[in-house]
């Protein structure tokens, strides 16, 4: 047995993942100017709201890598799922309409899905809703490799890839769930 934990300020874990070689992955969110996970740092886009982070341990529990994505705003990872060749895809809220996710950057507020390869290079990021109150809280994968997420919008309609969903009550939350092609 064994436990890790951050040596940095206010980092906020929402979503772990295994691999089929036994790696673990944690996602969330981190606010400060940096956040440490073993001998690995990650600077903040913001210093003063939630960043994105994305980590990846072997199954000793050693830090292999570790990503960062934000703006100058709030955005925060909820959710990750692992496919079976490594990749991990997470989903969670940014607050902004540009989100910096490496060298990609997604243009739409509201939440976003974003697709890492095993060594922690991202291959695609993508931003949905339209909607600074729409929250993606869950992904997941069928075994076709298609992407089913859900979460939760107010207020506004949301775009889905050109589906526009529009909410039960304008205070209150209305859920969705989408399947997303392979």
């Known amino acids: 047995?064994?436990?890790?934990?951050?040596?940095?300020?206010?980092?906020?874990?929402?979503?772990?993942?295994?691999?089929?070689?036994?790696?673990?992955?944690?996602?969330?969110?981190?606010?400060?100017?940096?956040?440490?996970?073993?001998?690995?740092?990650?600077?903040?886009?913001?210093?003063?709201?939630?960043?994105?982070?994305?980590?990846k341990y072997n199954p000793d529990g050693?830090?292999?890598?570790?990503?960062?994505?934000?703006?100058?705003?709030?955005?925060?990872?909820k959710a990750i799922f692992v496919d079976s060749f490594g990749n991990c895809y997470i989903t969670g809220n940014t607050e902004e309409s540009e989100t910096l996710f490496d060298s990609l950057l997604?243009?739409?507020?509201?939440?976003?899905?974003?697709?890492?390869?095993s060594s922690g290079n991202v291959k695609r990021a993508k931003g949905y809703g339209g909607n600074t109150r729409a929250h993606s809280t869950a992904i997941t994968m069928d075994g076709a490799g298609n992407l089913f997420i859900a979460g939760d919008f107010s207020l506004s309609p949301i775009s889905l890839d050109g589906i526009v969903l529009s909410p039960h009550s304008l205070s209150y939350g209305t859920i969705y769930f989408a399947k997303f092609g392979s």
């Open 62 to 77: 050693d830090a292999v890598w570790v990503k960062g994505a934000g703006n100058p705003y709030e955005e925060t990872s």
């Open 106 to 117: 997604v243009h739409y507020p509201g939440f976003f899905i974003a697709k890492y390869d």
């Open 1 to 55: 047995q064994w436990a890790r934990g951050t040596a940095s300020g206010n980092v906020n874990g929402a979503g772990i993942a295994i691999d089929l070689a036994g790696n673990i992955y944690v996602t969330g969110g981190y606010q400060g100017d940096f956040a440490i996970f073993g001998s690995l740092w990650i600077y903040s886009y913001s210093g003063a709201y939630n960043d994105i982070f994305l980590v």
